[in-house]
């Protein structure tokens, strides 16, 4: 059954460090990153060997069904944070700051990216923004909190952005995300997320950054790649944006494994003796007296 303890215990295993994610940049080795949020997908991801785990806000949208990200609330992310934590061992976690967490004041989202890291138990937290985020970010890493920047398209804000398209495609564009790029470094940011950029100018962006940068529609030259689980497992159905690649078929798995468990419980096919609990013949013996003779008598 798998509430059992046992069935949720895995090997433990030496934690990846930020430093450890600095070297595979330096020696060129691809950083990988999926998103996961809760603790069945903690664990795959890192059963799977990835680097780091993004518990993103994406959860808004592929967990709770919602249309866009920004209703992610502080508390949801707290739930989601907290569960992944624990299947993921060996990954660096991060976990997003939703919208409103962190855009009033430095205050305030110095406040919510101490209450993530003490209540989920993550490794570093991430923001959306360029300009109007450094001052957060610094002041978060003077707290002693680990923050991952994320540029380009910033799916908080796509109502601004002008809806869910690529940034960066003019020069004036490109120009302004490597300047958010390299402040948002100087303010103390340890990874830098890149979203729909042109591969040349995240290319770019990498090669001039000591930070790694993990890029999301913004082609090979990022030092990492991060894709959505429900989208590269092949789970969200319908339309999918150009960057994703679809690596497995889990929704079809999921739903013919369903279906077929349904059709089994129709026919009486399941439980079937193998499934079931017996108890010692005397036993049922009087379990069978007392249950009649404490039938109620017809009237
Ligand atoms: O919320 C998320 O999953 C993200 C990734 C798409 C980078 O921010």
């Given amino acids: 059954m798998s509430t059992h303890p046992a069935s949720t215990t895995s090997p433990a295993q030496a934690k990846l460090?930020?430093?450890?994610?600095?070297?595979?940049?330096?020696?060129?080795?691809?950083?990988?990153?999926?998103?996961?949020?809760?603790?069945?997908?903690g664990r795959l991801a890192d059963e799977a060997g990835v680097d780091t785990i993004l518990v993103g806000d994406s959860a808004?949208?592929?967990?709770?069904?919602?249309?866009?990200?920004?209703?992610?609330?502080?508390?949801?992310?707290?739930?989601?944070?907290?569960?992944?934590?624990r299947g993921a061992r060996r990954p660096i976690v991060v976990v997003d700051m939703p919208f409103g967490s962190y855009q009033v004041s430095d205050e305030d989202a110095?406040?919510?990216?101490?209450?993530l890291v003490k209540e989920t138990g993550?490794?570093?937290?991430?923001?959306?923004?360029?300009?109007?985020?450094?001052?957060?970010?610094?002041?978060?890493?003077?707290a002693g909190i680990a923050v991952c920047a994320h540029i380009g398209l910033t799916p908080q804000s796509a109502t601004l952005l002008g809806g869910y398209r690529a940034q960066g495609r003019s020069a004036t564009e490109a120009v302004s995300i490597l300047d958010?790029?390299?402040?948002?470094?100087?303010?103390?940011?340890?990874?830098?997320?890149?979203?729909?950029?042109?591969?040349?100018?995240?290319?770019?962006?990498?090669?001039?950054?000591?930070i790694p940068t993990i890029g999301i529609g913004a082609g090979p030259g990022c030092d990492g790649q991060v894709l959505v689980y429900h989208d590269l497992l092949?789970?969200?159905?319908?339309?999918?944006?150009?960057?994703?690649?679809?690596?497995?078929?889990?929704?079809?798995?999921?739903?013919?494994?369903?279906?077929?468990?349904?059709?089994?419980v129709r026919s009486g096919a399941y439980p079937a003796p193998e499934h079931e609990y017996s108890m010692p013949d005397d036993e049922l013996r009087l379990f069978e007296q007392a249950a009649s003779g404490s039938a109620p008598q017809p009237a």
């Avoid at 990988?32 to 997908?41: E, G, I, L, N, Q």
């Avoid at 110095?110 to 209450?115: E, P």
């Avoid at 570093?124 to 978060?140: L, W």
């Avoid at 940011?189 to 040349?200: I, K, M, T, W």
């Fill in 110 to 115: 110095v406040r919510n990216a101490i209450r």
């Fill in 122 to 142: 993550c490794d570093m937290v991430k923001v959306e923004g360029g300009t109007t985020t450094v001052s957060r970010v610094r002041a978060i890493v003077q």
């Fill in 60 to 85: 808004a949208m592929t967990v709770l069904g919602l249309d866009s990200t920004v209703p992610a609330t502080l508390d949801d992310m707290i739930v989601l944070g907290r569960a992944t934590v």
């Fill in 180 to 210: 958010q790029a390299r402040a948002l470094e100087a303010a103390g940011a340890s990874l830098l997320v890149l979203e729909c950029v042109p591969s040349p100018v995240s290319a770019r962006i990498t090669q001039q950054l000591t």
């Fill in 17 to 41: 460090s930020l430093l450890a994610l600095r070297e595979k940049k330096r020696s060129g080795e691809r950083i990988v990153m999926v998103t996961a949020y809760d603790f069945p997908s």
């Fill in 234 to 264: 092949g789970i969200t159905e319908g339309h999918r944006p150009r960057f994703v690649k679809v690596y497995a078929s889990a929704a079809e798995t999921m739903r013919a494994g369903i279906a077929a468990y349904a059709a089994e």
